[in-house]
Every structure is written in structure tokens, then in C-alpha cells.
T-cell receptor, first 117, second 115 residues
């Protein structure tokens, strides 16, 4: 069965610092998809990125970047020059490319990021 | 606003009462999911619809829980004889259909408190 681990329960940084959120996953499938979601205090999960297992290119979107390494089963998320508005809980999720689209979409426990002014 | 919407946003009920939540997915999305999220945890899958067909149900979905999507558009999740352990955020998500697992877009959730 698939599993997602986010070892960092809580992280606090001061505004403008860079911060990396770790995500380690387990799957027996060779085809799978990885996601990051942001959950601000308002509660709504906001989609950030989707990556499939065949695309190991790192991605940058503004202050956000993602480092996907199949060799270590990791999909880490870095926020550069953090801002107070980045304060939220961030979830990493894994979806195996099987027919069961529901049960195969698994979230990690989340990392609570606090960016202090 | 064309995102996923949920109603109500908050529900307080007494133990033993029945509650019903509604989810309206993004209009062109055929797949609809329900999740439960408790404090400090990630969302846990409850059930999944492809159009009006309920294709998957988690072991978390006890006999007291039922979900419907009668016309393949909005969905309802009903909890009968609520228990204090049912207190949680209930999230709905939708995605496009296709061969690959689609990106799920989430609604704001319904926070249930059972007294």
C-alpha cells in the first residue's frame, strides 16, 4: 500500500528566510502522481503542483520550487523568501495510477509552516 | 465563482441526530470525492463517484454514513445517529475524468461538531 511521510510536523521561520518542506513516499507502482496542497487558516485545500513519476525535472513557480528525486522517493517543496501569507499547513499527496482513484489518493499528515514577521 | 462549493460551512448537532451535507463540484468534473479530516491530520478518503455511480467506499464509511449523487451533479453525504467521534471537517473534491488520476480540487469543507 502507498504511504506518504512528512516528518516535519511544524516549522517556524522568520519572513524572507527560505524553507524546505520534506515529503517521502512509498509505492510499489512504477506509474504514480505526486501533489502538494496548501491549507491556509481558512481551511480550503489549494492545489499547488502535480508531478508524474516519469517527469523528474524540478519545477519552479515564482517563489516556489519542487525537487523530485525518485532515487530517494522524495518530493520536497521549497519556498524562497518566505512571506507571512505562506503560513499554512502543507500536504503532500500520492496517487497511484490504478483504477481505484479514490482509495489510491493518499495524503501525508501535513507540515504546519509559520512565517513570523 | 466556479470552484467546488459546500453547504453548510459549519454544523453543530447533538449526538444521535442526523445531518446532511451538500457538495456542488466544478461543473465539468465527472468525479467527486468525499474526505474526512480531523485536527492535525491529512484528509482521509471516504467515498468516490464517477458521474452518479458510487464506485468506491472506504472502510471508514460505516453503516451510518451514506452518500448520493443522484443526477451526477451535486452530492450529499448523510450521517445518521451522529456520534462525538464524527466531529471533523468533511471535505468534498472534484476532478476531471480520464485515464490518469486527475488533480482534485477541494471545496471549503463542512465542519461538524457533535455535542
Amino acid at each position: 500500500a502507498q504511504k506518504v511521510t512528512q516528518a516535519q510536523t511544524e516549522i517556524s521561520v522568520v519572513e524572507k528566510e527560505d524553507v524546505t518542506l520534506d515529503c517521502v513516499y512509498e509505492t510499489r507502482d512504477t506509474t504514480y502522481y505526486l501533489f502538494w496542497y496548501k491549507q491556509p487558516p481558512s481551511g480550503e485545500l489549494v492545489f499547488l503542483i502535480r508531478r508524474n513519476s516519469f517527469d523528474e525535472q524540478n519545477e519552479i513557480s515564482g517563489r516556489y520550487s519542487w525537487n523530485f528525486q525518485k532515487s530517494t522517493s522524495s518530493f520536497n517543496f521549497t519556498i524562497t523568501a518566505s512571506q507571512v501569507v505562506d503560513s499554512a499547513v502543507y500536504f503532500c499527496a500520492l496517487s497511484e495510477a490504478a483504477r481505484n482513484y479514490g482509495q489510491n489518493f493518499v495524503f501525508g499528515p501535513g507540515t504546519r509552516l509559520s512565517v513570523l514577521p | 465563482d466556479t470552484g467546488v462549493s459546500q453547504d453548510p460551512r459549519h454544523k453543530i448537532t447533538k449526538r444521535g441526530q442526523n445531518v446532511t451535507f451538500r457538495c456542488d463540484p466544478i461543473s465539468e468534473h465527472n468525479r467527486l470525492y468525499w474526505y474526512r479530516q480531523t485536527l492535525g491530520q491529512g484528509p482521509e478518503f471516504l467515498t468516490y463517484f464517477q458521474n452518479e455511480a458510487q464506485l468506491e467506499k472506504s472502510r471508514l464509511l460505516s453503516d451510518r454514513f451514506s452518500a448520493e449523487r443522484p443526477k451526477g451533479s451535486f452530492s450529499t453525504l448523510e450521517i445518521q445517529r451522529t456520534e462525538q467521534g464524527d466531529s471533523a471537517m468533511y471535505l468534498c473534491a472534484s476532478s476531471e475524468s480520464g485515464v490518469e488520476p486527475g488533480t482534485q480540487y477541494f471545496g471549503p469543507g463542512t465542519r461538524l461538531t457533535v455535542l
